[in-house]
Every structure is written in structure tokens, then in C-alpha cells.
């Protein structure tokens, strides 16, 4: 077995008012791929980061030994001349610069002080088929996917000579093809000699590449495992991350059962949208659903849908150009043409990204809260302060919002935290409908169980739910019904004692829909 590459010693890495590392210790064997897990907030990216010389030294306390040499790093700088290179879970791409200018971006090729373009060119070139892509160099990254945007994110990373390759939560934004084509990357670099260190939540994704994984609470390191040992099961790792057993991945739920005549809470009918900028094409396809209070009712497809096109344009149209298609509430029909018309209504969007479209960063936590109900904590025009930080407080517990106060800035909480902020917003509001899309993206899977919880407990109080997911166990586990979508179309309607994985995966790979006969019969092919 081969030796350490990197050893890292009794780590402790303080912040005003929070030990976000204590006496962390890390060791990684040269040429293996090595993942760390922890619930967010665990302190792996700050372990990470103090590796990479984000957090200088003597900014913490503690040893790192990189191929037997300690190491003081000053910068990001200093660890990449030493070998270390690490991408962060939000790429670092200049979006109107070509693909090899990002790639040498602050390490040029240059000779007498000017950039030599030809041989930045044919450097490029070399990295990107290096990492599988064919794109010409001079391609701008604004022109190419997120998947694509990441390996060029690691060709970047090969251009610094890298030993060890540092990858926080590399797959998060990547739909199932592209983090495949990612992972099998990670292992051929591996069988190049490259040492990697992979963060995710995902952990069929590290039961793939991995060859052992440092489980991080609380920022203190419980364990290291073998992977390929039998005893390291997914149960065994959730234990580590979450200090307890899961023996329900889900909260208990009985199906509900509407009232009898009650009209739905919303209902969409014959609703067609298309693109913002190709204004021939249908993005949402003559789309009608309909959810009734206390119910929680899934949509699936895959990336590219309409999934997330159909949420945003009914709530404010905010996405597309509206063609047709009805919203009512509660058997009455309403304009949604704003989203201050949408939020009038009762209806609230969690939305997918919730760093640019969810959340104000650098404002408190009590400020994002009180948001979008500004007038229940107003006098006169003017913002109760102190009814304010009571209502951040409120929800502070009940979401149970790790961070030391209300007045902490939502940008410095972990993504399960900030997740729970954008809910508590919208919880707030006093909606009677949510629509929460992709709401347990890139976190772990004990804040996973509190946000199902609280999702539950709304539909529990008559709440409507809609739960858009590309995680299909997820919408297995939590939903009382769920539509398919392929192509902007809707391609079927399922109940969920009638639900598997397999007869949502073959109606959300259609293009358009099959008569209820078909389906039927296809179920119960799969069914045998």
C-alpha cells in the first residue's frame, strides 16, 4: 500500500464566535481517490481551505505535511506551486473569455512580456482532449454547459502541473450524464498518478471512485474507512456523518385523501410557454396538473424537462414567454402575471438556485427571513426591528438554523442552513401553495431528513405541496402523486402506491404522451 501524500495534523480553524475545526486530523495515500463526508456545516470545506492556502497559515493551528515536507502556505499561490489545486464548489471561470484563456488565466504563456497565443492554443487543445472535450480552444465558456465548464475547470487544474486535485462537491450542478463523465475522469486521473480528495453528499458517487473516506461532525474527524471493505456501507457512513442511525431515509407519511368535491388549491390548465431568446420553441407544451390541499405532488423528468421552466412561468412568469394556459385557486381563476400578483395569491417558489435567486448573501439572516412579508413586522411603514429578530428567532429553532445568531449573513452559512433560510421566507408569507424545486439540492443527507420533515409537517397543516426533484427516491419517498414530464410535455400521472423508479424513468424518456392504455400495459411489463 502506498504512503501519505498529505498528512494534516491536530487542525483547529476558529472564526468570531464558532470552532468550525477541531483538532481535524487527515491522512491520504499517494494515487488513491480519497472522500470526505459530514453533514454541511461539518467543516470540509474549511479543511479544505486551509489545505489550499485560502485560510493562511497562522490564520489556524495545527501541521500540514505535503510529500514529507511541512507546509506554510501564504495564498492559493503557494499551494499551487507546491502542486495542490483545488476547485471550489463554484466555478472560477471568466464566463466571455475563450476556454484557453480561462485555462492559463494568471499563468501565461508568455515570452519578452507578450502572450504567445499560438502555443496557449496548442496547450489547450492538449488539456481539453487530456479531459475529453473537443471544443476549440477559443470556444467562450459562456458558450458551453456547466458539465463541459467543470472539466475545463480541471484542464485548468492539469495546466498547474497538479499532484493533488481537490474537488468540493464537483457534481452538484451536473445533471446524471455529465457527473458520470466527470467521475470516470477522476479515475482515469487516478491511474495517471494524480491524487484526488472528492467532498460530496453523494454517496453512490463515492462508493464509485473513492478508495477511502474521512467522516467529519461537528468539525472534529470521527473515522476513516476503506471503501471497498464490506462493512462500509451507506448506512455505516450516515451513522458517522449524523451521530445516529436513519432508519427511515423519509418521515412516516399516510397518503392523502382530499375531500370529497373540494376543488384543488391550484390547478394549471393547458399551460404553454416558450423560450426566452428561441421564441419558436415550446419549453412548456399545453402542461396541465392540478394539487389539492394537504397533498404533496411530485414532478420528474430529466434535465431539460420543462420542470423548472413550468414553475417559474406560473409563479409571476417569470421565466419564457407566456402563450396560454389558465392558473386557478381553490376552483377560481387567477392572474399570475408578477410574481407580487403570484406571492398576492398565496403561492411561494423555493427555487433551485438558491445562492442567486433565493437569498440576498450578504444580509442577515433575520433580513432574508422577513423579506417577503415585510408588512407583518411593519408599523406605520416602518420595520419593527425587534418583532423582526423575534420572528428570525422563531424560525431559528423550529428549522433548527445552525448559526450563532439571527444577525449572521446568510452567505456564511452552510448550504443545508441557507436552504432552511429560503424556507423559512416563504413559510413567513403564509403561502397556501409551495412550489419547491430541487429544495435538497447539495446537502447532506441529515439536513435532507429536517427539510422533509418540514415539508411534511406543512402538508400536514393543508398545505399544497409541489416537489420538483430529479432525485427519484426522494419523490418516491415524499409524494402522494407525481407527474412526468419529458420535452416540455407532461407524459403521465402517477399514484404513489403504483410508483417505482423504473415506471418513472420510462415516462419521463418520452417525448410525447401515450394513450392510458399504453402505460398500463407498460407497468405491467416492469411490474413482472
Not at 299 to 312: D, Y
Request: net charge negative; with cysteine; proline share 3%.
Amino acid at each position: 500500500m502506498a504512503g501519505p501524500v498529505l498528512e494534516m495534523r491536530s487542525i483547529v480553524k476558529t472564526f468570531p464566535g464558532v470552532k468550525a475545526l477541531s483538532d481535524v486530523t487527515l491522512t491520504v495515500r499517494r494515487g488513491e481517490v480519497h472522500a470526505i463526508c459530514g453533514e454541511n456545516g461539518a467543516g470540509k470545506s474549511t479543511l479544505m481551505k486551509v489545505l489550499s492556502g485560502v485560510h493562511p497559515h497562522g490564520s489556524y493551528e495545527g501541521e500540514i505535511l505535503f510529500e514529507g515536507g511541512t507546509c506554510r502556505f501564504r495564498d492559493i499561490r503557494a499551494s499551487e506551486q507546491r502542486g495542490i489545486v483545488i476547485i471550489h464548489q463554484e466555478l472560477a471561470l471568466v464566463p466571455y473569455l475563450s476556454l484557453a484563456e480561462n485555462i492559463f488565466l494568471g499563468n501565461e504563456h508568455a515570452r519578452r512580456g507578450f502572450i504567445d497565443w499560438n502555443d496557449t492554443l496548442r496547450h489547450a487543445a492538449e488539456l481539453l482532449r487530456r479531459v475529453g472535450l473537443d471544443d476549440h480552444p477559443e470556444t467562450r465558456v459562456c458558450d458551453i454547459g456547466v458539465g463541459r465548464q467543470q472539466l475545463v475547470e480541471i484542464a485548468k487544474a492539469l495546466s498547474k502541473s497538479v499532484k493533488l486535485l481537490i474537488l468540493d462537491e464537483p457534481t452538484a450542478a451536473l445533471n446524471d450524464e455529465d457527473s458520470g463523465k466527470l467521475l470516470d475522469l477522476i479515475l482515469e486521473l487516478k491511474n495517471q498518478g494524480i491524487t484526488s480528495i472528492i467532498i460530496s453528499h453523494k454517496l453512490n458517487e463515492i462508493r464509485k471512485v473513492a478508495d477511502s473516506v474521512t467522516i467529519l461532525r461537528d468539525g472534529r474527524t470521527i473515522e476513516t474507512l476503506d471503501v471497498r471493505a464490506a462493512a462500509t456501507t451507506e448506512e455505516r457512513i450516515i451513522s458517522g456523518m449524523v451521530g445516529r442511525d436513519l432508519d427511515h431515509r423519509f418521515p412516516e407519511r399516510t397518503p392523502h385523501r382530499p375531500e370529497e368535491g373540494a376543488a384543488p388549491a391550484l390547478e394549471i390548465r393547458g399551460w404553454t410557454v416558450f423560450h426566452p431568446i428561441d421564441q419558436q420553441r415550446k419549453v412548456v407544451d399545453d402542461v396541465s396538473v392540478q394539487v389539492r390541499r394537504g397533498e404533496i405532488v411530485g414532478i420528474a423528468g430529466l434535465m431539460g424537462a420543462g420542470r423548472t421552466e413550468l414553475a417559474m412561468s406560473v409563479f409571476g412568469r417569470s421565466y419564457g414567454r407566456y402563450a396560454s394556459g389558465t392558473v386557478l385557486k381553490d376552483g377560481t381563476e387567477i392572474r399570475t402575471k408578477t410574481v407580487a400578483e403570484a406571492v398576492g395569491h398565496g403561492i411561494a417558489y423555493v427555487t433551485e438556485d438558491r445562492k442567486h435567486y433565493g437569498l440576498n448573501l450578504i444580509d442577515t439572516i433575520n433580513r432574508n427571513i422577513s423579506l417577503t412579508a415585510l408588512r407583518k413586522v411593519a408599523r406605520r411603514g416602518v420595520v419593527d426591528e425587534h418583532q423582526e429578530r423575534q420572528v428570525a428567532e422563531g424560525f431559528r429553532t423550529s428549522m433548527n438554523i445552525k448559526a450563532p445568531t439571527v444577525f449572521e449573513p446568510v452567505g456564511k452559512l452552510s448550504g443545508g442552513n441557507q436552504q432552511k433560510v429560503v424556507l423559512s421566507k416563504w413559510i413567513f408569507s403564509g403561502p397556501d401553495v409551495l412550489i419547491l424545486d430541487e429544495p435538497t439540492r447539495g446537502i447532506d443527507v441529515g439536513a435532507k431528513y429536517e427539510i422533509y420533515t418540514v415539508i411534511d409537517r406543512l402538508a400536514a397543516q393543508g398545505k399544497a405541496v409541489v416537489f420538483i426533484s430529479s432525485e427519484l427516491p426522494e419523490l418516491l419517498g415524499m409524494c402522494d402523486r407525481i407527474y412526468t414530464m419529458a420535452a416540455g410535455r407532461l407524459t403521465g400521472e402517477v399514484p404513489r402506491a403504483e410508483a417505482t423508479q423504473e415506471v418513472l424513468m420510462r415516462r419521463m424518456t418520452k417525448d410525447t404522451q401515450d394513450s392510458q392504455d399504453t402505460q398500463d400495459s407498460q407497468d405491467e411489463e416492469v411490474s413482472r
